[in-house]
């Protein structure tokens, strides 16, 4: 069972590295414009301030390396062939964000503020949205999307715990 759990992380790397990665460009001043254009739907943002296309450019453009990475590390027995790495990357990647897009939206709906917990959507939502955009071209079994949302779940509260005390983050959900 461990084995399994650590192919599943390994697994989903790309997609963790993807969900993290807008956090580190904050900053940049390259592509910061919100994914929902401003624009409200019944007086709310759609998505709200903080998704930007920024987000994504550049989760996508960390996730991809990281398959690559996987790549040449060849482990065996591993859940999926990695030499097609810039799919892979990018379907976990983009779909990692998508996901948070797609929570961002809910959040919204259910005035709640970004930021703000939802819990367990904000743990766990990078991961299912990952594995169905690589489920696209790959063969994921759902033991995987249940191991995957039960064993991410913990560790994102502890690397988001991390984050917050290395004031990377400003919340410690």
Do not use: W
């Not at 482990?75 to 779909?95: A, K, M, V």
């Amino acid at each position: 069972m461990i084995n399994e759990i650590l192919n599943i992380i390994y697994l989903l790397l790309p997609g963790y590295f993807a969900n993290m990665s807008p956090v580190f460009f904050k900053k940049m001043n390259f592509l910061n414009y919100p994914t929902d254009f401003n624009k409200k739907l019944n007086g709310k943002r759609i998505l709200g301030e903080n998704k930007t296309f920024r987000g994504i450019f550049f989760g996508v453009l960390v996730s991809i390396p990281i398959a690559y990475l996987q790549k040449l590390i060849n482990l065996e027995n591993t859940i999926i062939n990695y030499d097609n790495f810039i799919l892979i990357g990018f379907l976990l990647g983009f779909g990692a964000l998508f996901g948070d897009l797609i929570k961002s939206f809910f959040k919204r709906r259910l005035n709640i503020s970004p930021g703000k917990p939802f819990i367990p959507f904000d743990q766990v939502d990078h991961v299912v949205f990952s594995l169905l955009f690589l489920s696209l071209f790959y063969k994921i079994n759902f033991n995987v999307f249940a191991i995957a949302v039960l064993t991410t779940f913990p560790l994102h509260m502890i690397i988001n715990y991390i984050g917050y005390k290395l004031k990377l983050r400003d919340t410690y959900y």
